[in-house]
């Protein structure tokens, strides 16, 4: 058990079965041997049989299996590792992004800067389970989302989750699930799905690929083609407003990246195995998300920057209890409860987007970031009708001249000096990195002033407490709520906001559109350095 857990709080949780808790800790039932969300349908258990986890891959190394009926493991994230920027919080972030995949445990404790044991030991000693055992749960659930949704064959599945060998692969499964892969499987044929993330019950509108010619051999995924689309659900918490975020993501689709026909999402992606597409759309209780994958082991990444696109581990709730009691924000916060932060698929194009889209309109920015793309940035790797591009790696873009980026000099040369200092690693962007050093290591590039630095750490890092204190819209939304807009004022009041503040930011920017009257042609006014990336 984890004993920074309230006992008694976490049974009132359960007894009530109240959904806002499912992330934040995890029920085992000590008689039955398994590990449920705290608004698992379920016959509440006996307060004396039940033990609390952080999180599931805690249960799971207690022995403990997941619940087939409140499927634990698919619930949304704890928003408390957007909020924390300490080494735990940092850790998990990267945890969640695929890293212990990508580079091991020593890869991940090198990029925080701990030696391995001594981060194991902070992780372990706060959520009862090392950096390992919390991949090998990520891994397993993914591996369920396969044997799912697909008929790919079980060595398959076993590789595209990140198992390094069949066996591991079913004793994962087996212990996670208390069913061998077949048995998952199987079960699963002929039965309308109930989770957070399964396959979903309607078509989706994107263009399907060719089903491939896969190689063979646990040891190689290579494919002559994308295989064909994977379907899931992306649980978030109510409530949602996830119309008015994709609109906001569709209003600034660039041409080529991205695509929007008012009711789905599409953009292309890179990820750490190779390209690829995603369409999401609103569906009762989350986001329907369809991906198309040049290699399969990129599932799980993938699902991870599409939550952090659209901040589906917000929880609003705790937003709605902080901005609510201020006099001046209540009842905008009140009339859009489900608002979400945007945020990015790739932390390198939000500062490229923001710096391109100084003191441009929204159709100007478009237009702007589009030749980029078309220039610099490689042609997708997947046939598709209308995605032909990913977004310029920031390798490419050092290389660019600065005069030919069709936008003012000194802005492009902002551009290609902040690129250069991410290809040579002086300045890193990763969903680990410590927010303060990087809004220090931002500031120092000329041309990169506070609203670039706050913009980037709220979109782009997923910082839930920025404040924009000089943007105009800001300024614009605070005057017009009858509130003091002077910056200085500003950032005095929003102490109160933390650790909220980036939501207080869009709730001030949503505002604007409550006064039809006085709207201009962009939808927010232009600031310091224009809101409109």
Same mark, same amino acid.
Request: glycine share 10%.
């Given at each position: 058990m984890d004993t920074d857990l309230d006992h008694e709080r976490c049974?009132?949780?359960?007894?009530?079965?109240?959904?806002?808790?499912?992330?934040?800790?995890?029920?085992?039932?000590?008689?039955?041997?398994?590990?449920?969300?705290?608004?698992?349908?379920?016959?509440?258990?006996?307060?004396?049989?039940?033990?609390?986890?952080?999180?599931?891959?805690?249960?799971?190394?207690?022995?403990?299996r997941a619940c087939r009926r409140c499927r634990p493991d698919a619930v949304p994230g704890s928003p408390e590792w957007n909020v924390r920027g300490d080494v735990v919080g940092r850790a998990m972030r990267l945890v969640t992004d695929g890293a212990v995949e990508r580079v091991g445990v020593a890869g991940v404790a090198a990029a925080l800067g701990y030696s391995e044991r001594h981060l194991n030991r902070l992780v372990s000693a706060e959520l009862g389970a090392g950096l390992l055992a919390i991949a090998r749960a990520q891994r397993s659930h993914t591996?369920?989302?396969l044997l799912e949704t697909t008929t790919l064959p079980a060595a398959e599945v076993a590789w595209a989750a990140g198992f390094g060998s069949v066996r591991a692969f079913n004793d994962a499964i087996l212990a996670t699930y208390g069913e061998t892969p077949t048995a998952v499987r199987a079960r699963r044929r002929g039965r309308p799905p109930t989770?957070?993330?399964?396959?979903?019950?309607?078509?989706?509108?994107?263009?399907?690929?060719?089903?491939?010619?896969?190689?063979?051999?646990?040891?190689s995924n290579r494919l002559e083609s994308a295989h064909a689309p994977i379907a899931v659900r992306l649980a978030t918490r109510a409530p949602f407003d996830g119309a008015r975020l994709l609109g906001f993501l569709g209003e600034r689709?660039?041409?080529?990246?991205?695509?929007?026909?008012?009711?789905?999402?599409?953009?292309?992606?890179?990820?750490?195995?190779?390209?690829?597409?995603?369409?999401?759309?609103?569906?009762?209780?989350?986001?329907?998300?369809?991906?198309?994958?040049?290699?399969?082991?990129?599932?799980?990444?993938?699902?991870?920057?599409?939550?952090?696109?659209?901040?589906?581990?917000?929880?609003?709730?705790?937003?709605?209890?902080?901005?609510?009691? &201020?006099?001046?924000?209540?009842a905008p916060v009140r009339r859009r409860p489900g608002l979400r932060v945007p945020g990015c698929a790739d932390a390198h194009e939000v500062l490229v987007r923001a710096v391109a889209g100084q003191q441009v309109s929204v159709a100007?920015?478009?237009?702007?970031?589009g030749r980029l793309v078309a220039v610099h940035g490689a042609p997708l790797a997947l046939a598709d009708a209308t995605l032909t591009h990913v977004f310029p790696t920031a390798q490419?873009?050092?290389?660019? &001249?600065?005069?030919?980026?069709?936008?003012?000099?000194a802005r492009g040369a902002t551009i290609v000096a902040a690129c250069a200092a991410l290809a040579e690693g002086?300045?890193?962007?990763?969903?680990?990195?410590?927010?303060?050093?990087?809004?220090?290591?931002?500031?120092?590039?000329?041309?990169?002033?506070?609203?670039?630095?706050?913009?980037?750490?709220?979109?782009?890092?997923?910082?839930?407490?920025?404040?924009?204190?000089a943007d105009l819209g800001v300024r614009h939304a605070v005057a017009a709520l009858g509130g003091d807009d002077r910056p200085g004022a500003i950032a005095d009041r929003a102490h109160a906001w933390r650790p909220w503040r980036s939501y207080a930011v869009a709730h001030l920017w949503a505002s604007l559109d409550d006064r039809p009257a006085e709207r201009s042609t962009d939808r927010h006014p232009r600031g310091p350095e224009s809101p409109h990336a």
């Open positions: 049974y009132r949780a359960v007894a009530s079965r109240d959904a806002r808790f499912d992330g934040a800790f995890t029920t085992a039932v000590r008689t039955t041997g398994i590990y449920c969300r705290p608004s698992c349908p379920a016959t509440t258990p006996r307060r004396a049989n039940v033990t609390f986890y952080r999180t599931p891959a805690a249960a799971q190394r207690d022995g403990f591996a369920r989302i989770d957070a993330i399964q396959v979903l019950d309607a078509p989706s509108k994107v263009h399907p690929s060719p089903e491939p010619r896969r190689a063979t051999g646990l040891g689709a660039v041409s080529g990246l991205e695509a929007w026909d008012g009711e789905v999402y599409r953009r292309s992606l890179v990820l750490p195995h190779g390209h690829a597409v995603v369409a999401c759309r609103v569906v009762q209780g989350g986001i329907a998300a369809e991906f198309r994958l040049a290699d399969l082991r990129d599932l799980a990444p993938g699902v991870a920057r599409v939550r952090r696109l659209l901040d589906l581990d917000a929880d609003p709730d705790a937003v709605l209890e902080v901005l609510g009691a &201020d006099a001046m924000l209540a100007g920015a478009r237009t702007v970031v490419a873009l050092a290389g660019a &001249d600065p005069g030919g980026l069709s936008m003012p000099r002086r300045l890193v962007l990763d969903p680990g990195v410590d927010r303060e050093a990087t809004r220090a290591a931002l500031l120092a590039l000329r041309g990169i002033g506070p609203w670039t630095a706050g913009y980037l750490a709220m979109r782009g890092l997923g910082d839930p407490d920025v404040m924009l204190e």
